[in-house]
Structures are given as structure tokens and as C-alpha cells.
């Protein structure tokens, strides 16, 4: 079973710059509109060999987590889309608009993760046939 949830900091981000949006009376200039981020993804994966998944991983990975999003923002490469949960692994999931570029400069973080990361998977388009794979 595979449960998909959504990170709560790109919630909170996406109900400020709504209620931004709601409080201008003037339209917003096309400078000032994000351009969407693409469509190429990094799936980062931490596989967990316990017989039920171990929830405190999450946990452990928050700070990770915002810090591979800020990386990305900062970058001007990507964001984080969420995260999954399947019985014996955790999925974060990034999109952008080059999958490599993003994985340079994620790496690096999650090399300082608390858990560390099993395998890798860089999409071009979600559904991507053939990503490449990097393994530990």
C-alpha cells in the first residue's frame, strides 16, 4: 500500500502566495508570476528493510527536506512536490526543469541527511519509461 502525502511547507507557500494574490487590487504584472517549474523529476528514495516501515524517518528527514527545497528555490531549478509512503520505503518527490542540474545540487544535501538515501531516480516527464537510477 502506497499512501501520497503532501509536505506541509509547500502547503503553507502555496496558501500565502494565494492570500497575496487575494489581497492586491491591482492584476498581478507577468514579472511577477512563477513560470511553472517543467517536468523533469528527482524521485530520492530511503529504502527501509524493517518488516513495517519505520515512521520516525520522516521525521528524521523534515529538516532535510526544507533544505533541499530551499536549495532548489535558490536555485532557480525546482521545488518539492511531496512525498510518499509505501510500506517499506519513503519517496520525496522534486520537480523542475532539468533533473540533472536538480540532482547536483540536491545531492549535497542529502549526503548530510540523517538517513541516508538507497537510490535515485531522475525522470524526464513523470511517467518516464527509462530514468536513470543511481544506487548506493
Same mark, same amino acid.
Given at each position: 500500500?502506497? +499512501?501520497?502525502?503532501?509536505? *506541509?511547507?509547500?502547503?503553507?507557500? %502555496?496558501?500565502? &502566495?494565494? /492570500? ?5 487590487? @491591482? ?33 528524521? +528527514?523534515?529538516?532535510?527536506? *526544507?533544505?533541499?527545497?530551499?536549495? %532548489?528555490?535558490? &536555485?532557480? /531549478? ?5 512525498? @510518499? ?52
Amino acid at each position: 500500500m502506497r +499512501l501520497r502525502r503532501w509536505v *506541509l511547507p509547500v502547503v503553507m507557500l %502555496l496558501s500565502t &502566495a494565494s /492570500l497575496a494574490a487575494c489581497s492586491s487590487s @491591482e492584476p498581478a504584472s507577468s514579472e511577477a508570476q512563477v513560470a511553472p517549474p517543467g517536468d523533469d523529476w528527482v524521485v530520492v528514495v530511503f529504502d527501509d528493510t524493517d518488516l513495517e516501515f519505520d515512521l520516525g524517518i520522516m521525521d528524521a +528527514l523534515l529538516e532535510t527536506e *526544507l533544505a533541499a527545497d530551499d536549495a %532548489l528555490t535558490e &536555485a532557480g /531549478l525546482g521545488m518539492i512536490d511531496g512525498n @510518499e509512503i509505501g510500506d517499506h520505503s519513503y519517496e520525496l518527490y522534486f520537480v523542475g526543469g532539468d533533473g540533472e542540474a536538480m540532482w547536483r545540487v540536491l545531492e549535497p544535501v542529502f549526503e548530510d541527511a540523517p538517513v541516508p538515501w538507497t537510490r535515485v531516480a531522475i525522470r524526464s516527464g513523470f511517467e518516464d519509461d527509462a530514468p536513470r537510477v543511481i544506487t548506493r
